[in-house]
């Protein structure tokens, strides 16, 4: 592909080995980011967009393997040494936490953080270099720079998370990766989340992966949506066509749950059915029981990615 | 509540806590069978002579009022004189000390070093071949008894190899020049007695490390457990997501977070030594508190075992109160 992507991914397959059995989480998820581009990845719980995102940084826990490829400057982070990871994370890449509340170290002060986050990048850094550059990326997260000296126990969840995005971008990595970045705040803190998140796709060059679960959040920040269930991209489109013509049905089923109060429509519309069982997949579609446009085919064969004008879709229905 | 504000609680606290277990040793000593009399004169003294003594001595008294000539005693810092030596009993106390200290202090630092690291390096690899190493070998030890071990380690060291002493604190002679402190590997350093120094630490090798060893098994599941819990901890992900080295992960961040509870546990743990590691002393012939302790059970000297039960009960308050402020001190959330 050009060279325009920081991240591209391709047949990326995760499995977890767990004592029950194999959890097959990601399988054949290919998708690409293009520099300064915002790319939401879209589903519910349990389909694979955290570990997807976790997997661009390493950062799988030991029982994971992953197999495909997640390309960042020509070179295969997944067969890459651990020393060489360790050295694009932070600084190439960074990630910002679904829980603020547990992702600071609670005996390190805000400044530690950042100075410990410089020191693994450049071991030998001023103190002021540290200060200044922390105080910049607080300033831009909206954190004063005042509270450097305070512990972690002293700030509410929302500038938790506003210090972990600050931490995120201290280094102007090329990609920052955000797993639901406003999943576990109030509703108030999470549209002061999200204004921070547009600021920075307004005022920095960086290449932003969206996990999230709110279909609100990605129809106004992200340029391309990734939409995953069980584990599979279903749908991968632009943002505009996607809103505008849903081609998976999942897609459409999803956007219809989305309540509006422009429609006079008062009845809560909801997928019926839940996740098929990850450990143990039926053969044909993954979203077989729930599809409302299932065939026979589709029982027994599963999809494979359809190209519908520049856009990709998992359904055979687009055969 | 202030830090300072809070050790002066502590160590008004302490007062009524070691209060208690003086009333009960006092109690419980003098409701068992046996006196400091019967125990000197044996059982075929005569009857006028024993009362005599026990009159000399005020054990004729009713034991309330025993108890209470004793509190006001103890209260202006009078532990009394041993009735089987004559000697004031602080001052026997304060002879042995160095000896249990010395070697409570090593034992220690054995067990912590072992605890520390086996414990950390077994989270860290959990389910692998040294994590299985660790938990074998906390169970194992766990098992043995110190005095088998002990004699064990003598056997192989001092019977067969001769390499190392297996009984006392020094060879005849060995004895530092002047006692500033009665820990002989200080003293022998601050005389700058090199082969002093060297004698003491080998006296010391087998005792410290049947001690050190035996303890570092509750130490290695300890710091194991913490540790494990703090490892899956987000904020140890999250440094990772920066950068840091998995080194670092372990010690800086996994290791530091859980050393408040690792902390209390190591702090009782000393403190208990400190009150005597009586088994081992009793092994290797150390002439320390706990030995003292045994000696005197024997010869029912009351005035010596409850000077030797409040002078424990002052370690164990004293060092609790060290590992709050320590504790304090690591994790900022700690408000008293």
């Known amino acids: ?319 | 509540m202030k830090l300072k504000t809070y050790i002066l609680m502590r160590i008004l606290l302490s007062i009524p806590m070691i209060l208690i277990i003086l009333t009960i040793v006092f109690f419980v000593l003098r409701v068992l069978p046996g006196n400091p009399v019967l125990a000197m004169l044996g059982p075929k003294a005569p009857p006028q002579i024993i009362h005599a003594m026990e009159h000399q001595m005020g054990l004729d008294k009713p034991i309330i009022v025993q108890y209470f000539i004793y509190l006001s005693h103890i209260a202006v810092g009078n532990f009394g004189t041993s009735s089987y030596t004559s000697l004031p009993v602080l001052q026997e106390l304060l002879q042995k000390f160095p000896a249990t200290f010395e070697l409570t202090f090593y034992s220690m630092i054995i067990a912590v070093f072992i605890g520390i690291f086996l414990g950390s390096y077994a989270a860290y690899n959990f389910g692998k071949p040294m994590d299985i190493f660790a938990r074998v070998y906390s169970i194992f030890v766990y098992s043995f008894p110190v005095f088998w071990f002990g004699i064990m380690l003598q056997l192989i060291f001092g019977v067969w190899l001769h390499w190392l002493p297996v009984s006392g604190r020094s060879a005849p002679f060995m004895i530092p020049n002047h006692i500033y402190t009665g820990v002989y590997t200080l003293d022998a350093i601050l005389n700058g007695q090199w082969d002093v120094f060297t004698d003491a630490i080998k006296h010391l090798i087998l005792p410290s490390f049947t001690l050190g060893v035996v303890i570092s098994s509750i130490f290695v599941r300890m710091v194991r457990s913490n540790v494990l819990l703090s490892l899956s901890s987000q904020y140890v992900t999250a440094a990772r997501a920066r950068g840091e080295s998995e080194k670092k992960i372990l010690f800086k961040h996994a290791l530091k977070n859980s050393m408040p509870p690792i902390l209390t546990i190591m702090g009782l743990q000393f403190a208990l030594l400190l009150a005597g590691a009586i088994l081992t002393e009793t092994t290797f012939s150390w002439p320390g508190i706990g030995n003292y302790l045994i000696t005197r059970i024997s010869y029912r000297d009351f005035p010596a075992i409850q000077g030797a039960i409040v002078f424990f009960a002052f370690f164990v308050a004293v060092i609790s109160i060290l590992v709050d402020i320590v504790n304090a001190w690591i994790d900022p959330r700690i408000r008293y």
């Open chain 1, 1 to 319: 592909m050009s060279q325009e992507n920081s991240l591209e991914i391709k047949n990326l397959n995760i499995e977890y080995l767990t004592r029950s059995g194999t959890v097959h989480a990601v399988k054949d998820a290919s998708f690409s980011v293009a520099k300064k581009e915002t790319l939401g990845i879209v589903g519910e719980s349990g389909c694979g967009k955290s570990t997807t995102g976790h997997a661009i940084l390493k950062l799988l826990p030991s029982n994971a393997r992953a197999k495909g490829e997640i390309v960042y400057k020509g070179r295969n982070v997944l067969t890459m040494p651990e020393k060489e990871v360790r050295h694009l994370r932070g600084k190439d890449i960074s990630i910002v936490f679904q829980d603020p509340m547990t992702s600071l170290d609670p005996i390190m002060r805000v400044k530690d953080h950042f100075l410990e986050l410089m020191r693994a990048h450049k071991p030998n850094v001023k103190e002021e270099e540290v200060i200044q550059t922390a105080s910049e990326a607080l300033e831009a997260a909206g954190v004063s720079k005042k509270r450097l000296d305070n512990y972690p126990f002293e700030f509410s969840g929302g500038m938790r998370q506003r210090v972990m995005i600050a931490l995120g971008i201290a280094l102007k990595p090329n990609v920052i990766v955000a797993d639901e970045p406003t999943t576990s705040l109030d509703v108030v803190v999470q549209e002061q989340i999200m204004e921070v998140f547009r600021h920075l796709k307004k005022t920095k060059d960086m290449s932003i992966v969206l996990i999230t679960h709110d279909l609100g959040i990605v129809a106004e920040l992200a340029d391309k949506v990734v939409v995953m269930y069980a584990g599979e991209v279903m749908e991968y489109a632009d943002v505009y066509n996607l809103y505008k013509n849903p081609l998976h049905p999942y897609t459409q089923l999803l956007l219809k749950s989305v309540p509006n109060i422009k429609i006079d429509d008062m009845e809560l519309h909801h997928i019926p059915g839940s996740l098929p069982d990850l450990k143990n997949l039926p053969p044909g579609c993954r979203f077989y029981d729930r599809c409302p446009f299932a065939k026979d085919k589709c029982k027994k064969e599963e999809p494979p990615i359809f190209k519908v004008d520049k856009r990709e879709v998992r359904c055979w229905l687009y055969e």
